[in-house]
Each structure stands twice: as C-alpha cells, then as structure tokens.
C-alpha cells in the first residue's frame, strides 16, 4: 500500500505509525538497562494496537531476541510472518493448544500443573524438549503460583522429562505508584525467594524477569537479567510511568489522522450535534471529520478533546458519533476541505499524547491505542523506506 499522500484509496482516516520511533524507544530501554539485560518486545494485543508483525519486525531490527505476546494465536502470527525468535506466551496456553506451542516453538507461560502435563506429552509426541518460563505470583493475586504452593509445585515438575524450565517470572501489581513501595518491595523479595527453591530444586533457569515499563524505571534493582516493557516502546510513559520519573525521551509511534470532509458556516445560537450538547456563541465555522468512536475516537471525548489543524488546535465541539466529528475551526486561518487533521499523537510541533485523551475519558492510555478500530488502516512509515 504505498502512496505518496496520506490519501489512501477511500476514506482518509488513518493510523501513521512511526517505526523509527518505536526503534529509538527501544533503544532507550536497551541503553537503559545495559548491555546485561535482555529488553523483549512486547507486542501482545496487535501491538498495543500498532500492528504486531511490523513491530515485531523492526523492534527485531533494533536487537530484541524475545517478544511477548498474550496468547499462542499471536505467536502463531509472527512465526507466519517470518520472526523466527523466542517467543513468550504471557497468558499461558488454553486446552487444545500445546501442541501448537511446542509445533511453533512458542515458550508458554505456566502457572498449573495441568499446563505442565499437557505439554510435556506434546513434546514428547514431537520427540522435543519445550521450554516454559515458570510464573510465580508475589503480589499481583493475578497469574502465577503463590510463593507459598511453589515448594510443592516445584517437587511435581520432576516427572516431566520434555520439559525444561527456562525461565522464572512475577508481574508487579502497582511499579507506577510510589504508594504501594511496600508492596512492590515485597514481591522483590519474594522473587528472590521464588528462584531460591528453584535453586533448591536444581533448577537454574536461563532467564529472571520481572519487571513491565514501569518498574524498569522505579526498580532498577529489579531487572533480572530481562526486562518486558510494552508501553514505554509506543511512547506511552504520562501515565505509565511512576510520577516521578520524565519519559521525555520517548517518542509517540501511533498519530490518528484524518482530512476535512465538509467546512460550513453556523449561526451564533444554533447547536450541532446529537442531544445538542453545543450551542455556537458566535459565527462559527464548522468541520466534519470522518471518524468516530466506532474508530476509536471515544464519545467521552465529546465537548472536551482538541485536534490539530495547520499547527493549530481546534476544539471538538458536539457529541463525537459513531462515525463523524466536529471540529470548530473559526480561528484556523486558511483552513480548507481535505486538510489533514491530528487526533492524537504528533503533527510538525504539535502534539497531542494519547495520555490527555486518556485521562479525560478516566481510561489508560494504552486502551485507547488498542481500540483504534479495524477499519482504520495502519501506515507505517520510516525514513529509511519511506512510507509503506
Ligand atoms: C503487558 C505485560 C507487560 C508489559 O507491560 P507495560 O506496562 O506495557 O510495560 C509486561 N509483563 C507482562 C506479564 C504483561 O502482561
């Protein structure tokens, strides 16, 4: 799909995503962590709704070795797409499925020992050895053995000869709020504990791992020797982040942009809109946009959201619909039908970061990249080919 305008055939509402962006930010983790600790890419949920093959891929280029997914279907489709690395299944595996790991080489998450057993058998089948990485759970009450059952879940691993345990992992529950340090602090050293009975067992894994974006960055002591940032790498940091830390450095991947589909006039007086939730105070001029919250531009945005148009901010004004937006552009000088408009992300100098949006509908900033909906086209773009 390549193009030299934006203007893909159809409606030009679309999702640029900057590859070198995404490269750099990961490049700021590697430097980051040092050269000791391996930075996986996490590209679970289509990459946080960016497209996980091409992030995959130039997250690839930029050095990551493992990727993570949520579940074996997306591990299915990187390995279809050519990423021939590890990768890890942070979920776990569903019944039906193990064959698929261990026929994919896609590293399961575990945290049962029904999981164990399963794949043990579709390795043994296939004549393999499948690697897991072991899920202890310190704090989050989410995934995981608790730390109290891992003795006894440990002792029950024997049997099991396809199996090798190539990795020890916890999540943290709260690594972005200095108020729970306590609790973090906890799961630190329960961690330690954890690959202590592993060592009590004879169990060396190749990999310790812990920490997700935040905690890359408010627990430097607590990186293993690999590190699972996600958000952090689509430049997402305002409410990732712990307040304390400057994410500066991070660039945003995604921009929503779409053009200028109708211009009009209105009278001081009239409403636009559905439930007529905007009087006009003045003479205003008025554009139409084609997108909606059916593409992921959310209805609580409505009245209180902002757009970039000509480097200039203009305020949404009515209800956001399904599929159409208004925008009030009277003080746009110049504004004309097809100009190019920014929802979020970056336009020349300007930008509006996912994180405002977020916070004005009450929502993380990730669940807004994420449903950037399905008709809304990627277009990924980088310096070294152009956009594709
Ligand atoms: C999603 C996820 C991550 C990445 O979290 P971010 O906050 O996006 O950095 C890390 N680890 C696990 C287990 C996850 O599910």
């Known amino acids: ?14 999702a640029e995503i900057d590859l070198d962006a995404l490269a750099s ?3 700021q983790v590697k430097t980051s962590v040092g050269a000791d600790v391996q930075v996986m890419g996490v ?3 289509n990459a946080y709704g960016h497209g996980a093959v091409e992030c995959a891929h130039r997250l690839r280029d930029a050095g990551a070795r493992w990727f993570g997914v949520a579940m074996p279907e997306e591990g299915v489709q990187l390995r279809s797409a050519g990423i021939n690395d590890s990768i890890l299944c ?5 019944q039906g499925q193990a064959q698929s790991c261990v026929k994919h080489a896609l590293v399961p998450v575990v945290y049962r020992l029904d999981m164990i057993e399963a794949l043990d058998q579709a390795a043994k089948d296939a004549g393999v050895v499948a690697d897991v990485h072991l899920k202890v759970d310190t704090g989050m009450g989410r995934l995981g053995v608790r730390l109290d059952a891992l003795t ?3 002792d029950r691993l024997e049997p099991f000869e396809n199996i090798r345990v190539d990795g020890l992992m916890t999540h943290f529950a709260a690594a972005d709020d200095n108020s729970c340090e306590p609790l973090t602090d906890k799961q630190i050293r329960r961690f330690q504990s954890a690959s202590q009975t592993l060592l009590e067992h004879g169990l060396k894994p190749s ?6 974006s935040a905690a890359i960055y408010s627990q430097p002591g607590a990186r293993g020797n690999m590190v699972r940032p996600g958000g952090v790498l689509y430049g997402l940091w305002r409410d990732v982040l712990a307040p304390d830390m400057d994410g500066a450095a991070f660039k945003p991947v995604m921009s929503l942009r779409t053009r200028i589909t ?5 009278r001081s007086g009239e409403t636009i809109g559905y439930g007529c939730t905007f009087e006009a105070s003045r003479e205003s001029l008025i554009a139409t946009l084609p997108i909606g919250y059916d593409d992921g531009y959310m209805r609580g945005l409505s009245n209180r959201a902002r757009v970039i148009v000509r480097g200039l901010y203009a305020p949404v004004v009515g209800r956001i619909s399904m599929d159409l937006t208004l925008v009030d552009v009277t003080n746009v000088p110049g504004v004309s039908m097809d100009d190019e408009v920014t929802l ?4 020349g100098q300007q930008r509006v970061p996912v994180e405002d949006l977020a916070k004005i509908v009450g929502t993380l900033s990730y669940e807004i990249t994420c449903r950037v909906g399905e008709r809304v086209p990627r277009i990924y773009q980088s310096e070294g080919n152009g956009k594709t």
């Open 1 to 14: 799909m390549i193009s030299d305008s934006e203007n893909i055939d159809g409606r030009p509402t679309w």
């Open 25 to 27: 930010n990961f490049n």
């Open 43 to 45: 590209v679970k949920a």
């Open 90 to 94: 942070l979920a776990g595996f569903w």
């Open 152 to 154: 006894e879940f440990v």
């Open 207 to 212: 990999h310790y791992h812990l920490a997700n």
């Open 262 to 266: 109708l211009l009009k006039w209105v």
């Open 344 to 347: 979020f992300g970056v336009a």
